[in-house]
C-alpha cells in the first residue's frame, strides 16, 4: 500500500469530498488534511476534521511549515501550482480529470469542460483520469496509473460526475495497490 506506514498528507481547494470518500473506502484518514479555504468555510465536507489552513496562494514557506515530517502529498482537487522546490522535495501525487495520455491538450484547467465543448465533433472518443507524479511544470509528471471509458456522456455535468466516479476508484486503486 502506498501509503503503509507513511506520513500522509491530503491537500484540497475544494470540499474535501474526495478525500473522505478515499478514507473511508481504505480504513485510513491521511496524518494531515491542508486546505486554503477559508477557515469555517461551510463548503468543507463535514467529514473533514482537524485539517490545517495556508493562505490561498501558499509561498514555499507555507507549504514546508505545513508538510514537514511528510513522506507521501496527495492531490484532491487543490487548485495551486506547487512551487519546483516543493515538487523537487516531496514525494507528490495528482490525479488528473482528463485523459493526457491520449489528448496532451487536456493539460491544465477544466479538462472537463474542454471535452463538453468538442461533443458535436467526436474529438474525445474517450474520458477517463490519470494519477501522475506531480513534477515543476504542471501534469508533465509520469502517468503512474490511468482509467478510461468509452465518451457517451452528453454535457459537462454527466462527463464531470463520471469523472469524479472514475476519480474516487483509482485513487482507491493506486493507494492500495501501489
Known amino acids: 500500500m502506498l501509503i503503509e506506514n507513511k506520513r500522509w498528507?491530503?491537500?484540497f481547494s475544494h470540499t474535501g469530498s474526495e478525500i473522505v470518500n478515499i478514507s473511508s473506502s481504505i480504513g485510513r484518514v491521511p496524518d494531515m488534511i491542508i486546505t486554503n479555504n477559508t477557515p469555517g468555510s461551510e463548503r468543507i465536507h463535514a467529514g473533514i476534521r482537524d485539517?490545517?489552513?495556508?493562505?490561498?496562494?501558499?509561498?514555499?514557506?507555507?507549504?514546508?511549515n505545513v508538510l514537514q515530517d511528510v513522506d507521501i502529498v496527495t492531490?484532491?482537487?487543490w487548485m495551486r501550482i506547487i512551487p519546483p522546490e516543493i515538487c523537487k522535495e516531496y514525494k507528490i501525487y495528482n490525479l488528473h480529470p482528463g485523459l493526457i495520455t491520449k489528448y496532451p491538450e487536456l493539460k491544465?484547467?477544466?479538462?472537463?469542460k474542454k471535452v463538453a465543448e468538442e461533443m458535436n465533433e467526436n474529438?474525445?472518443?474517450n474520458i477517463g483520469c490519470v494519477i501522475h507524479e506531480v513534477t515543476?511544470?504542471?501534469d508533465e509528471g509520469p502517468v503512474l496509473a490511468e482509467s478510461s471509458v468509452f465518451n457517451h456522456y452528453s454535457g459537462e455535468k454527466m462527463i464531470t460526475d463520471r469523472l469524479h466516479e472514475m476519480?474516487?476508484?483509482l485513487w482507491i486503486d493506486?493507494?492500495?495497490?501501489s
Not at 490561498?56 to 514557506?61: A, E, F, G, Q, R
Not at 493506486?174 to 495497490?177: A, D, G, S, V
Open 9 to 11: 498528507a491530503a491537500l
Open 51 to 64: 485539517n490545517m489552513y495556508v493562505q490561498k496562494k501558499p509561498t514555499v514557506m507555507d507549504y514546508r
Open 136 to 138: 515543476p511544470d504542471v
Open 174 to 177: 493506486f493507494i492500495t495497490t
Open 167 to 169: 476519480a474516487l476508484d
Open 108 to 112: 491544465g484547467a477544466d479538462p472537463q
Open 123 to 125: 474529438k474525445y472518443t
Open 75 to 77: 492531490l484532491h482537487g
